[in-house]
T-cell receptor, first 113, second 112 residues
Framework: DSGVTQTPKHLITATGQRVTLRCSPR?????VYWYQQSLDQGLQFLIQYYNGEERAKGNILERFSAQQFPDLHSELNLSSLELGDSALYFC????????????FGPGTRLTVT | KNQVEQSPQSLIILEGKNCTLQCNYTVSPFSNLRWYKQDTGRGPVSLTIMTFSENTKSNGRYTATLDADTKQSSLHITASQLSDSASYICVVSARYGNKLVFGAGTILRVKS
């Protein structure tokens, strides 16, 4: 158990809908990272937040947005969902802004039908 | 362009045998390289992290090597077990820009 929690574990929704994925980092970690892993694909970095502020941006679509709240939990919002958004979404956390030691959560499996 | 390439793409070995996975990278300037193990449907778990000055690091039956001159790393698994069946991902960090570059992974299957 990495100490990073993600909810929900599974999510099934229809195209065009909007969903919110939630992540709670390990106690004491200030950074949260979001990753997407499509079937048989590698991990794709989406975005990083550090202590409430956006720190780094990867291949995040404009339909996706994220934020980190004062209690350091983070939410990833996915809107106007398409079939191709079906994937595992992982959250990771680290103590500082540098991703030297990252701990990954169990992931949320999103299925868009 | 910063890239990480892993080989082989997939591998099947018999329980008890050793194997070596390869990772070549072009990320520059280099900060560190890590190997993760990812069980199907689970989050990746860190096995080793190596900085520029380290050329070998062990974690139980897993031993990673790094040659920063040739920009190559390998992960050696000794006396494989069925539980080693997983995807092994090489991740390289650039010194600036907070960027992690992920390899596509090597899928290892250990069979009895």
């Amino acid at each position: 158990d990495s100490g990073v929690t993600q909810t929900p574990k599974h999510l099934i929704t229809a195209t065009g809908q909007r969903v919110t994925l939630r992540c709670s980092p390990r106690s004491g970690d200030l950074s949260v990272y979001w990753y997407q892993q499509s079937l048989d694909q590698g991990l794709q970095f989406l975005i990083q937040y550090y202590n409430g502020e956006e720190r780094a941006k990867g291949n995040i679509l404009e339909r996706f947005s994220a934020q980190q709240f004062p209690d350091l939990h983070s939410e990833l919002n996915l809107s106007s969902l398409e079939l191709g958004d079906s994937a595992l979404y992982f959250c990771a956390s680290s103590v500082g802004a540098d991703p030297y030691e990252q701990y990954f959560g169990p992931g949320t499996r999103l299925t868009v039908t | 362009k910063n890239q990480v390439e892993q080989s082989p793409q997939s591998l099947i070995i018999l329980e008890g045998k050793n194997c070596t996975l390869q990772c070549n990278y072009t990320v520059s300037p280099f900060s560190n390289l890590r190997w993760y193990k990812q069980d199907t449907g689970r989050g990746p778990v860190s096995l080793t992290i190596m900085t520029f000055s380290e050329n070998t690091k062990s974690n139980g039956r897993y031993t990673a090597t790094l040659d920063a001159d040739t920009k190559q790393s390998s992960l050696h698994i000794t006396a494989s077990q069925l539980s080693d069946s997983a995807s092994y991902i090489c991740v390289v960090s650039a010194r600036y820009g907070n960027k992690l570059v992920f390899g596509a992974g090597t899928i290892l299957r250990v069979k009895s």
